[in-house]
Nanobody
Framework: QVQLVESGGGLVQAGGSLRLSCAAS????????MGWYRQAPGKPRELVAS???????NYVDSVKGRFTISRDNAKNTVYLQMNSLKPEDTHVYLC???????????????WGQGTQVTVSS
């Protein structure tokens, strides 16, 4: 019904930049918020950044000043600009969205498949 497709991950040297994108598609009535999580093996998912439909943003402390989340509501797409990347930023990054579909309008949280970000030293 609703799909999230991420792109933009890859391999970059420390100090470099990447821009992640996540596009939501399907029978979408509205999207309350979109965000990015990261997950390492054996650890729970951690919120990296989120943005509401009104543009309110939130970041984990370790990325403040380096990462910027933005959203294009018309395209149902969220972006994560990642600058000054460090090896510790190496993770699978997962896109998430709380979506109300056209038929029920009930909010449901969806997840993308994840995109790998690897930062080498």
């Amino acid at each position: 019904q609703v799909q999230l497709v991420e792109s933009g991950g890859g391999l970059v040297q420390a100090g470099g930049s990447l821009r992640l994108s996540c596009a939501a598609s399907g029978s979408i009535f509205s999207i309350d918020y979109m965000g990015w999580y990261r997950q390492a093996p054996g650890k729970p998912r951690e919120l990296v950044a989120s943005i509401t439909s009104g543009g309110y943003t939130n970041y984990v402390d370790s990325v403040k000043g380096r990462f910027t989340i933005s959203r294009d509501n018309a395209k149902n797409t969220v972006y994560l600009q990642m600058n000054s990347l460090k090896p510790e930023d190496t993770h699978v990054y997962l896109c998430t969205a709380r979506v109300r579909d056209t038929y029920t309008t009930i909010p449901i949280t969806y997840w993308g498949q994840g995109t790998q970000v690897t930062v080498s030293s």
